[in-house]
T-cell receptor
Framework: NAGVTQTPKFQVLKTGQSMTLQCAQD?????MSWYRQDPGMGLRLIHY???????DQGEVPNGYNVSRSTTEDFPLRLLSAAPSQTSVYFC???????????FGQGTRLTVV | GQQLNQSPQSMFIQEGEDVSMNCTSS?????WLWYKQDPGEGPVLLIA?????ELTSNGRLTAQFGITRKDSFLNISASIPSDVGIYFC???????????FGKGTKLTVNP
């Protein structure tokens, strides 16, 4: 049981490049979400999904897109990377209520 | 939007000491959670609180859901070096609501 798997673990992008951060869970969880963690800012919700085909915006959605075509996967897309998107990104999943979310190990993204 | 104020921001303690940290909000929450994040890892759930006034323990950790529903406390007794990390509180307004996280308390334990 792998839990929540994020890839890649590290990534460096140039300003304007696009990329997709992958998140997969093998626990058949309905709820998945993406957070970004910046020093002194805690975890801020980017986008979330309560089930396949359903997504919604969180606290800081600008510059990011998501889709949920399957229960297992919830990719996060950066269409045109900016230095302000330099951060550590965490994916989380939960069954039913989001109160007991399982987090992935994170993707450290640097935009230069 | 809803905000959680977590304090202190950082703590430096000696091994064996007890630790106390808290989280307050201007809004009422129906669920309070406490997470720990080890360096280079994602947060891991320590304790979940679902009822105002609830006091819950997990080993050396004890957390309480404030009676006003606007605060929560986490205590760690007899700290050990592996307690080092960042502790986050999180609140949830309702069953289908998003989690709101505090900014974290960074704990350093000196052997």
């Amino acid at each position: 049981n792998a839990g929540v798997t994020q890839t890649p673990k590290f990534q460096v992008l140039k300003t304007g490049q696009s990329m997709t951060l992958q998140c997969a869970q093998d626990m058949n969880h309905e709820y998945m979400s993406w957070y970004r963690q910046d020093p002194g800012m805690g975890l801020r919700l980017i986008h979330y999904s309560v089930g396949a085909g359903i997504t919604d915006q969180g606290e800081v959605p600008n510059g990011y897109n998501v889709s949920r075509s399957t229960t297992e996967d919830f990719p996060l897309r950066l269409l045109s990377a900016a230095p302000s998107q330099t951060s550590v990104y965490f994916c989380a999943s939960a069954q039913g209520s989001i109160t007991e979310a399982f987090f992935g190990q994170g993707t450290r993204l640097t935009v230069v | 939007g809803q905000q959680l104020n977590q304090s202190p921001q950082s703590m430096f303690i000696q091994e064996g000491e007890d630790v106390s940290m808290n989280c307050t909000s201007s809004s009422i929450f129906n669920t309070w959670l406490w997470y720990k994040q080890d360096p280079g890892e994602g947060p891991v759930l320590l304790i979940a609180l679902y009822k105002a006034g609830e006091l819950t323990s997990n080993g050396r950790l004890t957390a309480q859901f404030g009676i006003t529903r606007k605060d929560s406390f986490l205590n760690i007794s007899a700290s050990i070096p592996s307690d080092v990390g960042i502790y986050f509180c999180a609140g949830q307004l309702g069953v289908a609501e998003k989690l709101v996280f505090g900014k974290g308390t960074k704990l350093t334990v000196n052997p």
